[in-house]
Structure formats: structure tokens, C-alpha cells
């Protein structure tokens, strides 16, 4: 294998596995790091810089960081079962935690730049568009058809998962920055918005169409069948306050999971799921399904919807068939009935939350926007232009429905893309990211970050009494983190960004670092193809996306060879070397938001 | 040095051996040597030893004496029993507690000036009686504790960090332990673990005096130019005259060598020593030539290192004095005290 080029940013992002998989790349061990050490307000900016709304998503996003962080990998076989750190959680401790913090949030501009950019939708994405541009001097107008910002996050997540206060707080620094919001202002036209002479306009509309079940009954047992998404925001507006005793929630994504504990917190007494697919295979996050079975509501797989049986459009029941999963010759997984008798479930009423789709019906198709096949506009995947330059899509809106966190991602791309637009520049020409490399080194077995390993195992969140969430759809279950217990889980966080950072000219191969190592990650061998050298290191490194950092040859001509994949950033080889071969350096990374940073391209940082 | 304990967490693919134990089960204390120390890693290959032959640690007795060498039993095998000698003593109280239980492993640590200096009258007696035990030195050159002087084992010629050159013959403890009757005697480095792993495999599967004497390099204090004890010097002037494979008696040999290439030694217990010769007709079963053969490498500067000779039909200790079978603390009241007839017996005996 060639040299590990460590210069290139990419490499150690990617081994900080939490940041890389966040959309918005947030710098988790940063922040966590500084929960630890009680800098709620400075953990919490270091979130809002990057994912906007901290508070809300430490309490809703769908955490692609905790599958991917590393803890969850070292702990096989050493606990009863591997858990990341609860990084969404820590989050929230942060926002929860902060006091007051407007004093450091920017200012609106001085003066405006004369530059007008109007959002559709006063969702996640658009509110970030908003946030990064306002403070450039920006002018941006955020249309948004409810009266309050927030869209899907405010009326389909329900209160007892995110209490409005949040959402309100939240919203107001964005729209405090001198956004221009227009609140129960619809668009319906696109032509028209065009026509108002806006030099951008970003769409962020969500994709607010519930898919419907075309089956027997539908149409006659009407009344009582809701779409999921619809039915939560009438919750939420209170035009819905109560719901038949038998309900049978159809679906199961996040979606789901909402419908069944709302519906089970106003007067659902017998509320069950029940999904087409696997259970492993539903698409809610594991903990929404397990907060859902917690609450006593039966999820029931591997049961495709036939029919809604009704008593003269009196809603009784509906039938199911049963399946199972086969593989056909081509490895697909795909349902084959069972071949048993249809299933009967008796109920009152039924939510359908069986996905989402985008609608358009606001734009004409003649205004220059090139939409697909599937109805989907034509997008550029790095800038978010539509066919129409000045037209960026993001959010839900650009590719369907995802989650808030990919929201703010593009709603930052997006921003990029009209700051470069606007001042003149290629969009396709995206700005490297700011990369900082500091070691850690303080003294002789001294490091500016906390090296020890905790042993503990992921810590729960407390939860409200049963009794009293079931009781009211406006009580939040989970009561957050204490301080000690968040100072606790923080433990648990392997300061993946302390980057082990190895010169080959200062080593003697003195195997100091092999021996003390207690991951078995460091060898010192002969050089090879990967695959091959992959199975003959101290320990196998069979997790083939996680790289190998090859170095140079060495004077025995042997070369150092590091697995990725489990290292503990513990620190201990660093410690040993008796040269200072090793170090520990922290890599901070921050993707280049608009502004300045993202029109005059900034050097990289220069790891050492 | 650390500070911290090292961390439990430990890679997925770690494997238990037949004793049910991982190779971090044979694990001590965190080192406090410094950085660097060819002594870690000599531990590290104890541990990998241990437990590739399946030890149970609870069987172990690990003596030393003092010094850096001496520190290292803390360092590993932490459920082992331990006894840390007044400095040159390890000997004579390994062959104390050999004596009082002969069921347990016998580890020996010293270091060369526990060894090659003020204990030198234990080592030599040890060596000569044949105690069952594995004697390593962890061979520096140097005294590290006490800021780098040269000790008894240090080259003629060769210099300190400072630039003094060593004008003292050097005590070579391999032709030492040769010329005792040691009947295991190896030489390794620190640097080398794919080499030294298996000399401790052997030495613990012989019965007798077994004596491997360790290039451990000094970072601290004697890893300079100048140094013939340094990881470059070893490096340069390493000259391994076999590669050792040890074969428990259960497992059966498969692998095929070209003849006359491998020499093949079979151990009291039933495993195999198994030599690939890399030295044109080396011979490790002949004392003399072995005492031969590391005088002339010492001549040309050069370090001769594997496993230099063994007499697998050696006996011990235990068999030269007759002693009993059973250690003591297994001898119970009747077979300690036979009673007034037997006394009489005896005393009949003696008229």
C-alpha cells in the first residue's frame, strides 16, 4: 500500500465516524467534550454553528452519528450489548443547560447588501438558509403557509416528544436576525413569486402529502381513516382531541411511531402498528419503536392491508394478509404470502402512515423548473439549483422526505450556493473546508484532553411517569440528562477527533506501541496489497470501511500499519513512544459556511 | 510510562486459549519504565508465551530481584504469585520455593547488573544445580536506574551516552551459563518478538536450567551510537543461527522442510523443538560447538542470537538431591511425622 496521505482533510474526518456521518458535520467530540468540562452555552454554539437547532434535534433527529460512532464497535463482546454514546441525548443537555446565550448569537447586519432572497416554507431548511445568509446583509423573505415558523417540526412532531417552547425559542434566533416572516402566506404560485424580482429563491415546502391506501373500503369507511401526517398537525392545531378506543396505526416509519403515541394519549386504549415489512426492517429509528412498545402498543409484522371491512361505512375492522420474507435468486428480499387465512383486527379508526410524497401543484411546469419523471425537480446534488440558477430546492423538498438534520445540510449548501451565486461566482466550485490540527501534548504524559477510557455503559434517559405522559399529549416523556449523568455519558465519548498522528522519520521501532496497545490496532510488518495486509496485522481488520493509515517504509524497511477501525484515541502509544514517533492531535473540522470563508477559498490547515 | 490503567475494552477478535483465558488475562499492572524500554516488550512477549501454552497463571511463580528488569513481573502475569528479592538474590529463593513445590513454573527476571554483578554467585549456582526454572536476564548494558553507568555486560570499547568508553572485559552470560551446564540456553532481542516468543515457549517446556539472555536496549541511557546495546546496533549486527518452532506434544506436524534443513529436538515432556537452521551446519545439541560458535560472532562484533543449545535429556534438581515427589504443602501430618517406630528405625540405622 501507498503512504496514507494525511494531509488530505478527508482522512482523519472520516475517522472521526459521529462527524462524518452527520449531514451537517458536527463536531460531536468537541461538544461533548465541552459538556464534560460544563460549558453548556459553549457546547451548545459549537452545535447551532453547524446543525441550527440543538435543542430540537437533541430531542428528535434521526442521530445517523450513533450507528457510526466507534464506541459502539469497541464495546462488542466486552458489554452485554455495544452501545454509541448517546450523543443526540448529550445534545439536548446542552441546549437544555445553556442559559442564556443571545448575547453570542451574530447580530442582524448593519447594513443590508441590497440582495433579496425569498424561502418557501418556514421549515428546517429554509430556516437555515435564512440564518446563514441574514447575518451576510442579506434581505430574506421566509413565506410560510401556518402562522407560526417551524413547519413539520412544529405540527407533526408531537409535544411529548418536543415541547413547543423549544421550537419557539429556536425559530425566534433565526427570525430574530431581521428575517422578513410572512406567516399565513401560502405561495401557490411560482410565476408570481418570480415575478416579485428576488434574486434567489429557495424552496424548503417540505414534502407535506401523505401517501394514501387505495384498498377495498377505503372510500367508504372515509370518515374514520386519517393520514397520518394530517391527522397529527389537526393534534397539533387541536382541531383533533380525541380518537376511537381501537386504532390501528398502518406503517411503520417515524411517522408511525408519532400517530400511535398520540393516538394512545387521547383515548386510544387498545392502539396497535401494524407494518407490511419485518420489524427489523421498518424504517422508525430502533428507539421511537421501542418508546412506542413501552407504552404498550403491540407492533405487529409481516401483515400487507387487504381490505377496510365496515358495517355500512361504519368502520369495524380491517382484514391482513399474512407473509413472510424470501429471497428470490437475485438475493431480494421480497413478501410471499404465508398461504394462511387473512387476519381480522378489529377497530374504530385507522391512521395511514405509509409514507410521504412531494407536491408541486404550486409550480408551474412552464416556469423554466425541469421536474422528472417522478415529479421530483431536477437538481444539481451539490449546489441544489434547480434548472432555473436563481432556484435552489432543499430539505424534503429536493430529494423526499429525510430528516431535519439533512435539512440543515442542504439548507446550508444551499446558502453557499446563493452567497457564490450572487457575488459572481461558479457555485460548482464548492469551498474547502476549514481544518485545524493542534497536538495535544502538554507535558510528558500530559494531554489537554481527557485520554482515560470509561468503562461505563450507555446511560439512560429518565423518563416521566407512564400515568402521567399517557395522560396528556403536551407532557414530554424523556426528562433529559442530569448534569452528573450527562457528565457521565460524556465519559463514555472516545475523543475520536485526537488524532493518532505518526512520523516515520522520529520511530525506532522499539514495538512500544504494539505491546501497549489495547486494541491490537498498531503493527509493524512488511508492506502489501490491502486485502492481504488487512488479514495479517496483530489483530484481523476485517471492517473494511474503516482505512488502514500505511506509513512510510521504515529503516528495517517494515512499515507501520494502524487500523482505524477500533482504536480507542486512549493515548497510550503516544505515552510510550519514546521519540514522540506518535502524537495525539486534535482535528477540528468545519465545512465552510457562506460568507467571506466560502468565496476567497482558505488554505487548509497543514497537519503536521 | 502511563498514568492511566490501560483500558479493559480490547479488540473483538480476541481470542480465548484452552484455559479460557485472553492474551490480556496475562496482563499486569501498567508499565512505569519509560517509554521505549526493550524490557515492555519482553513482557509482552512473556504474555504472549503464557498464553499461547495455554498457562495457568496461578501455576506461576515470577521472581526477580532489582533493578528496571526486576520491576517488569508487576508488568504481567498479574494472577501469578510473586516475590521480588534483595538485588542478586532471585536465585537462591527461586531455588528455595522450587525445592518446597517443584509443581509450579519457575520464572526467574533479572537483569544484567542483578545477574552480572552483585548476584552473579547466585546466578552461577543456580545455572550449576540445575534448578527446573526459566532464567531471563534482560540484558541492557547499562544501569538505568541509577542514570547509566556501564555494567558488567557492556562491550569493551563500546560508549556511554556521555562519550566514556568502557574499558572492562565484558561478562558474556551465555558462555557463562554454557560453560555451567545450563541445558536451555538462548539469546534474543527485545526487537524481535516472532523470535523471542518461541524461546520462551521452549525454555518453559524444558526441565532443567533454562537461560535466555535478552538484548533489551536502554532508550534512556544506552541507546546511542556508540552502543553495541542499541536497537540500531542489534539490528545491524543480529545474527540468528536458527528459528525456533515449539510443538506441543498433542499437535501434530504437518508442515514439510527440505531435508537436512531442520533439526528436530524432542523435549522430556513430549513437545517438539523444532530449529529451521539458518547457521550451515549448526548443530544445538553440541555444547562445545555452541560456546565455539558465540565466541567467534562475539569476535566479529557480531550478536548470536536463537536457540544456541539444549540437552533435552538433562535432569534437574529434584532428581540429582532425590527429593520427594509431592510438593510440601501437600504433606500431610503422617507422611511428615511416621511415628516412634520409624524413628527408631533410623536410629537403628545410624548404630
Redesign the interface.
Known sequence: MKPTDISKPSYFHKVVDCQWACPAHTPVPEYIRLIASGRYADAYMVNWQSNVFPGILGRTCDRPCEPACRRGRVEENNGEKPEPVAICRLKRVAADLKGDIRARLPRPAASKNGKRIACVGAGPASLTVARDLLPLGYHVTVFEGDAKGGGFMRTQVPRFRLPEEVIDEEVGYILDLGADFRGNTRIDSMKALLGQGYDAVFVGSGAPRGRDLEIPGRAEAAAHIHIGIDWLASVYFGHVSAVGKRVIVLGGGNTAMDCCRSARRLGGDEVKVIVRSGFEEMKASPWEKEDAQHEGIPILNYRVPKAFIHDKGRLTGMSFELVRAEKDARGRRRLVPTGQPDEFHACDEVLVAVGQENAFPWIERDCGIAFDDSGMPVLDPQTFQSSLPQVLFGGDAAFGPKNIIWAVAHGHEAAVSIDKLLNGEPTAERPQPAVEVISQKMGIHEWSYDSDISGDTRHKVPWASAEKTLKSIRVEVELGFDQQTAWKEAQRCLNCDVQTVFTPKLCIECDGCVDVCPMDCISFTANGEEPELRARLSAPALNAAQDLYVSASLPTTRVMVKDEDVCLHCGLCAERCPTGAWDMQKYLFETSKAGPACRTRVPTGEPA | ????A?????????ARNAVGLTR?DYEGK??TL?????H??I??AIIQACWELDVKPHRVAKLSGIGCSSKTPDYFLRNAHGFNAVHGRMPSVLTGANLANRELLYLGVSGDGDSASIGIGQFVHSIRRGVNMVYIVENNGVYGLTKGQFSATADQGSTSKRGVVNADQPIDLVGLALQLGASYVARGF??D?QQLVPLIKGAIHHRGAAFIDVIS?C??FN?HAGSTKS??YV?QHNEAVNRLDVIPCRSEISVEYPEGSVVEVEQHDGSVLRLRKLAAGYDPTDRAAALNLVLAHDSRGEVATGLLFVDSAAHDLHQHLNTTEVPFNRLDAAVLCPGAAALQRINEGLR
Open positions: 510510562m502511563t498514568y492511566h490501560k483500558p479493559k475494552l480490547h479488540h473483538p477478535s480476541l490480556r501498567v508499565s519509560c517509554a521505549g524500554c526493550g515492555d516488550s513482557s509482552a527485545s526487537g518478538k536496549p532508550v534512556a541507546n536497537y540500531e539490528r
